[in-house]
């Protein structure tokens, strides 16, 4: 039975986008439930990729690439979230499982 549609947030930058959409083609994969139309990717905008000119250390240093995310996750404003590994921070966020590699 199809529950709703599914939201995938990612980050904006082309390697994400990538990540976000191979992630879009496995759930096509291998569930009967959703078509193309039902996924959507929604490009969230992060203090990294808003402040891109500063000094990552400077702003705080880890999670400047994925907090923005996990708070929409969070806060069920997302269903998935999809980041490259190389952005997440070492400390999984409270409420939250790095699920899949």
Same mark, same amino acid.
Not at 58 to 69: E, H, P, V, Y
């Given at each position: +039975? =199809?529950?709703?549609?599914?939201? &995938?947030g990612?980050?904006?930058? =082309?390697?994400? /986008?990538? $990540?976000?959409e191979?992630?879009?083609?496995?759930?096509?994969? $291998?569930?009967?439930d $959703? /078509?193309?139309?039902?996924?959507?990717? =929604?490009?969230?905008?992060?203090?990294?990729?808003?402040?891109q000119?500063?000094? @990552?250390?400077?702003?705080?240093?880890?999670? @400047?690439?994925?907090?923005?995310?996990?708070?929409? @996750? @969070?806060n =069920?404003? &997302?269903?998935?979230?999809?980041?490259?590994?190389?952005? +997440?921070?070492?400390?999984?966020?409270?409420?939250?499982?790095?699920?899949?590699?």
């Amino acid at each position: +039975m =199809k529950n709703k549609k599914i939201i &995938i947030g990612s980050r904006g930058s =082309k390697l994400a /986008t990538i $990540y976000a959409e191979k992630a879009k083609k496995q759930i096509l994969k $291998y569930s009967t439930d $959703y /078509t193309n139309q039902d996924i959507e990717i =929604k490009k969230i905008k992060t203090s990294g990729d808003i402040h891109q000119n500063e000094r @990552l250390s400077k702003l705080g240093g880890k999670g @400047l690439f994925s907090k923005k995310i996990e708070d929409e @996750l @969070l806060n =069920k404003n &997302i269903d998935i979230a999809v980041h490259a590994l190389k952005d +997440m921070p070492t400390d999984e966020t409270q409420g939250l499982v790095t699920n899949c590699f």
